[in-house]
């Protein structure tokens, strides 16, 4: 009985998924684009699958909606995020140095930071398909610094007041929101990074 040579069927999958991967990166990309361009509500797949190179039922064949669009964008920069930087916060020091280094992720990457804080201020409307999204995620980034400033607290390297903690962990949780804004509208009147550095320096004497 002959025997069955699978391999070539194993290779087209294989390019197939690559191709298929590829594909999905570069909507990604375009839709990155769009939305910082034009916002979340402004932006129509068509725009999209136009910049991407695809028809639009070419689109709806990677990502039914927009809202799973917007999502599959907000989840690869979040990625991304952590690849650049070590955020763990039961180690206040380097999760303050992490907070840097996005800083300066950031500050090499405008078009990034604008989506950011593009969609942002749109999901501040309930009905936004964002809206849960950021929602859940301020929650986990003022835990995440509470955390860290607890650490460091901890070691004795906190320089605020103990009691204030939580306080602290929303002001540095939400001190880029308004850089980020001053930066994009004036980059050469703002230092990102060195505003980062400055802010974070408030809470502990270790050199960042």
Not at 54 to 79: I, Q
Not at 166 to 191: F, K, Y
Request: charged share 25%; proline share 5%.
């Amino acid at each position: 009985m002959p025997l069955t040579d699978d391999v070539p069927v194993r290779r087209r999958t294989s390019r197939q998924a690559v191709a298929t991967a590829e594909r999905r990166e570069q909507i990604l990309d375009a839709a990155t684009t769009a939305f910082a361009e034009t916002g979340f509500n402004a932006t129509s797949m068509r725009d999209v699958a136009a910049r991407a190179g695809l028809s639009h039922t070419g689109l709806l064949h990677h990502f039914p909606d927009k809202a799973a669009l917007l999502e599959a964008v907000l989840d690869r920069d979040l990625g991304n995020a952590a690849l650049d930087a070590t955020l763990d916060p039961h180690d206040g020091e380097s999760f303050l140095r992490g907070l840097v280094a996005l800083a300066e992720r950031d500050a090499r990457d405008p078009e990034r930071t604008r989506l950011y804080c593009v969609i942002a201020a749109e999901a501040l409307a309930p009905g936004h398909p964002a809206h849960g999204y950021f929602r859940q995620w301020y929650q986990r980034v003022r835990e995440t610094v509470t955390t860290a400033l607890q650490d460091l607290h901890r070691r004795g390297r906190y320089t605020g007041d103990p009691l204030g903690i939580p306080a602290a962990a929303t002001h540095v949780a939400s001190m880029r929101e308004g850089l980020n804004q001053h930066w994009l509208l004036a980059p050469d009147q703002v230092d990102l990074v060195a505003s980062v550095r400055a802010q974070l320096q408030l809470y502990t004497d270790l050199p960042l």
